[in-house]
């Protein structure tokens, strides 16, 4: 009786040895899941943009930086993103790229926020002259940094996930008809976007608000007259096709930024690992989407001018100073209208100011 009262006591003590393993097993695995373990997700992602197919910042900008993250999301994580290009407006159209995101029409978009006016009243501020104004990669950086530091900016697109910003550079005034002098250029038509409007204004010109895209039809029904802009665009847009002139003026602002910006609730369907990936390949992209416009903005030059003979006009010193004499109030008034509007613009544009400066000593030579 007692040897079978003991061998019923091992049983138990067995059984119950082997229930607290089994349990201790199964808190084991939730640790893990919650530590990080996440079940493979096959992501694909549509992407809009007014940039046609063949421009530069798509062939060497969107389409490397989405390759890059592709590559090490299968490289890094047990997920694959995939990303489909919707070019040239084909999905959603160049003023309506951000809305269209923030609303899920796609799950990703490039455009130029001044594309949808009043919307994004203070990123408008790096559009003004008084600035350096070096190169795209100093603009570029000047913007994406303002951002970061700014929660007043950070407000202007609480609707979707930033991916991040960069910039044009400064603009110059491509035409039809030679512009030696502030006499030349009045009354013409000029394509604007955002703060340049008030430079042309300034100048004598009438800004016409017109999607990039939209120019080549424009210039070449003569419904405008030129515009102001980076000179990549005589290239990448063809526009060299259809102007003869360029007149240098990188002090008279121009710096239109661009943003890329994902749909909020895509981005928070993301996995964390995918997220971060995300985080530090947006962040290396500033840097080469400012040296890529840099780049082209001298290739465009160098393109119109070999290829469709066009002159490039250097204002002499005292057409220049006539110049900024109309366009240096242009800032304190535009500080005053957004302050006007309850809108911290004098913070900005010191913010602004500031970041130009430090961008400029470290970037300011480059590509020339």
């Not at 229930?19 to 919650?34: I, M, R, S, Y």
């Not at 057409?319 to 004098?346: C, F, H, N, S, Y």
Request: glycine share 8%; net charge negative; aromatic share 10%.
């Amino acid at each position: 009786m007692l040897k079978r009262k003991i061998k019923l006591l091992v049983l138990v003590l067995t059984i119950g040895v082997l229930l607290f393993a089994a349990g201790c097993g199964e808190e084991g695995q939730a640790t893990d899941v919650e530590a990080g373990e996440e079940n493979p997700q096959n992501l694909n992602l549509q992407f809009a943009t007014f940039w046609p197919a063949v421009d530069f910042q798509v062939t060497a900008g969107h389409e490397v930086w989405a390759e890059e993250i592709s590559e090490r999301v299968a490289a890094e994580t047990p997920h694959t993103v995939n990303f489909d290009f919707h070019y040239q407006g084909s999905l959603l159209g160049p003023t309506e790229i951000y809305e269209g995101v923030a609303s899920g029409a796609a799950d990703l978009g490039s455009t130029a926020p001044m594309y949808t006016m009043g919307m994004f009243p203070l990123t408008m501020g790096l559009e003004l002259p008084g600035y350096n104004n070096d190169n795209a990669l100093v603009a570029s950086l000047t913007m994406h940094e303002a951002w970061k530091q700014s929660a007043d900016l950070q407000a202007e697109y609480g609707d979707v996930e930033v991916m991040f910003f960069w910039a044009t550079g400064p603009g110059d005034f491509i035409t039809n008809r030679p512009i030696r002098n502030l006499e030349d250029l009045s009354g013409q038509q000029i394509r604007a976007a955002g703060g340049s409007a008030l430079a042309i204004t300034a100048l004598g010109g009438t800004p016409v608000s017109l999607p990039m895209s939209d120019s080549y039809v424009a210039l070449d029904n003569g419904n405008v007259d030129g515009l102001l802009g980076p000179t990549d665009t005589l290239e990448g847009f063809r526009l060299a096709e259809v102007t003869q002139y360029i007149t240098k003026t990188p002090f008279v602002g121009y710096n239109v930024v661009f943003a890329k910006v994902m749909n909020r609730e895509t981005w928070n369907s993301l996995p964390p690992s995918v997220q971060e990936i995300f985080n530090e390949v947006n962040e290396k992209y500033v840097v080469e989407y400012g040296k890529l416009r840099t780049d082209y903005t001298v290739e465009g030059q160098q393109f119109a001018v070999e290829d469709f003979g066009h002159e490039v006009i250097e204002l002499e010193e005292n057409e220049l100073q006539r110049w900024l004499e109309k366009i240096m109030p242009i800032p304190q008034q535009w500080v005053a209208d957004t302050e006007a509007d309850g809108l911290p613009g004098q913070q900005i544009y010191d913010l602004f100011v500031e970041l130009d400066a430090i961008y400029s000593d470290e970037y300011g030579d480059y590509a020339k």
